[in-house]
């Protein structure tokens, strides 16, 4: 299903022009050999380009569209026109001179099979090239001598004429396309294509997948065999998954352009996450990017959205989008010389978009007036049950999975992402260099609660009492003995800090708050007598104030008709956080 998803998208990518044709491909290419037309090196030229990586600009390889790169193993196999120094120049610094001379042996014999023949200046020039180069003189060559080290390091180099680049001429173009669709595999042997069901010889190694960070940088495989326990049949290599050349190209080639789209693409633990319509249009990718990413704000797509989700189309950047449109997801992680699939998800457009609504729905709670964004983004999510303090800053992969697939199919979230919300929340302490900066109970924290309840207790018997703690805002009227409790230690906790002529190094928060949350008997027995000194003190130096807090504090007291209970279970305990943080908001915007 993924091979014929990715090959569907090349197809609509080649009719609309916006991808290579079979036979060519992406490379990166550092330098150029100008060539007389006697074949003579005349001189070399960089084709670095000045590219934004991080905060940093640096030198990098210019991406050129090239006859389609090779899958190299442990063996020799030149590409057609363009190269490392090993192949083209016969020289290069890895000290295996024996191999280096067979390599560039090989290179010469392909551009021999290839271009003989082929009455083109470009052609002819190539193939004298190659007949009249001597690779134990290229150390002392003159064009060769200013970027030497450079051209040896092992970046690729390609030929350039009189009238342009060798690769664009349109007779050696020809003659690559006939070379490629023409070749054999490598027994011949014929079956039935699994990806377009037709008559096909089976290709043998499929191409590289570049791009997914982890992974290695020479490319990965989507679909190998390299041990006797993954074959079946007496069949080896990708001869258990029967592909065509065309569909092996296809679906590679649609992935690598996929990949190379930064901005279309997001990290998700140690997944690498791309996706697309099966129009092929861009528009359904922006548009998807901006609703589960932090760029989505309701005054920019919110009507957008609601159109979409009553099944009307909506034109967005130009393209004219239907909710009825198959949409693909992909997850894919490293495995050494390997890509692992995390999760592959089909539905249509207005289906995923609905989910991705109907989470961020879920997810709507009070939030500090510094937060631009209507919710927490995926990435914010994740980063809640993290210790920002911490050597490694990345989530778990497994929750970074689970968490989108259960976003995208709207499902339960994982049980994962709460018990990392909650155990921040008990194990984070505040930081002394900024006591202002929030902690403990944070708005994605706090959102995360709130959603979990939602969708996770549905179908709970106590689900109507958590929909009165689930609010966006504080609930007033909202009675439950958790959610009262964390209201009143927010109004303590202002009562002393209010009440404090200094500077305070610890407040109850910092002392009482995890331990009121799990045995709040305990606790608000210490806390009552102590919050009574703290509004006597409070009393005197801020009468006004202490009037304002006591008629809070006296507020929530009356609404407790219950004794205070030795202990809270989970989910009461959560209550109790989200009670905090809505009390806490309020005195906020009070401000």
């Known amino acids: ?195 377009t069901g037709e008559p096909c010889a089976a290709e043998a190694v499929h191409p ?26 007496g069949k080896e290599q990708s001869y258990n998954a029967p592909t065509s050349k065309y569909a092996a190209f296809a679906y590679t080639t649609a992935l690598n352009h996929l990949l190379a789209d930064r901005a279309h693409t997001f990290a998700a633990g140690d997944a690498t996450v791309v996706f697309w319509a099966h129009s092929g249009e861009a528009g359904y990718q922006d548009f998807f990017s901006s609703m589960l990413n932090d760029v989505y704000e309701e005054r920019d797509l919110g009507q957008m959205v609601q159109e979409l989700l009553r099944g009307h189309p909506v034109v967005f950047d130009q393209t004219m989008l239907d909710p009825a ?24 457009f207005g289906s995923f978009l609905e989910h991705i609504q109907a989470h961020r729905e879920r997810l709507r709670i009070v939030r500090p007036a510094y937060e631009r964004f209507e919710v927490p983004s995926l990435k914010a999510i994740l980063d809640a049950t993290v210790d920002l303090n911490s050597r490694d800053k990345q989530a778990s992969p497994q929750l970074a999975g ?52 939602l969708k996770n207790h549905e179908h709970s018997p106590h689900y109507q009492t958590l929909l009165e703690v689930a609010q966006m805002d504080l609930n ?46 305990i606790i608000f027995h210490k806390l009552f007598p102590l919050n009574e000194y703290h509004m006597k003190k409070l009393m005197r130096d801020k009468p006004g104030l202490a009037v304002t807090l006591g008629r809070e504090k006296a507020a929530i007291i009356g609404k407790i008709t219950r004794p205070i209970p030795s202990r809270f279970n989970a989910e009461e305990a959560n209550c109790f956080y989200l009670g905090y943080y809505h009390q806490d908001m309020l005195k906020k915007e009070d401000k």
Not at 137 to 157: C, M, R, S, V, Y
Not at 325 to 345: Q, T
Not at 511 to 518: K, P, R, W
Request: overall charge positive; some cysteine.
């Open 476 to 521: 007033d009227t909202c009675t439950y003995l958790p959610y009262l409790l964390g209201r009143l230690f927010s109004t303590m906790e202002k009562i002393q800090l209010a009440s404090a002529d200094w500077k305070l190094s610890q407040t109850i928060k910092d002392s009482y708050f995890n331990s009121a949350a799990v045995t709040p008997k």
């Open 208 to 233: 590289a997948i570049r791009g997914v960070p982890g992974a290695q940088s020479s490319g990965a495989a989507l679909v190998s065999f390299n041990a006797p326990a993954f074959c079946s049949y």
């Open 402 to 453: 689970e968490l989108l697939r259960a976003i995208l199919n709207d499902t339960p979230y994982p049980a994962t992402l709460l018990n990392g919300v909650v155990l921040r929340i008990r194990a984070e302490q505040r930081d002394k260099n900024d006591p202002k900066k929030p902690f403990k109970v944070t708005w994605p924290r706090a959102a995360i609660l709130k959603a979990y309840f």
């Open 325 to 348: 449109m198959d949409f693909y997801i992909l997850g894919l992680s490293p495995n050494a010389a390997r890509l692992s699939v995390r999760s592959f998800l089909r539905n249509s």
């Open 1 to 195: 299903m993924i091979l014929q998803a990715l090959t569907d998208y090349y197809r609509a990518l080649a009719e609309s022009g916006q991808i290579d044709p079979p036979g060519w491909g992406q490379a990166k290419v550092s330098f150029a050999l100008y060539l007389r037309t006697d074949g003579a090196l005349e001189r070399v030229m960089p084709l670095q380009t000045e590219q934004q990586r991080g905060k940093k600009t640096v030198l990098a390889p210019q991406l050129m569209r090239l006859p389609a790169p090779v899958k190299r193993t442990v063996g020799i196999a030149a590409n057609f026109l363009f190269d490392h120094s090993g192949y083209l120049l016969g020289v290069d610094n890895k000290g295996k001179p024996q191999r280096t001379a067979q390599c560039f042996a090989a290179c010469k014999a392909l551009h021999e099979q290839l271009l003989t023949g082929i009455d083109a200046p470009a052609a002819k020039a190539v193939l004298a090239f190659f007949r009249t180069w001597q690779p134990d003189q290229a150390a002392t060559h003159p064009a060769l001598a200013e970027h030497w080290d450079a051209i040896i390091a092992g970046g690729n180099l390609i030929f350039r004429c009189a009238d342009g680049y060798a690769h664009d001429d349109p007779a050696i173009r020809a003659a690559w396309d006939r070379h490629y669709s023409s070749a054999p595999t490598e027994d011949g042997a014929q079956t039935i294509c699994l990806v």
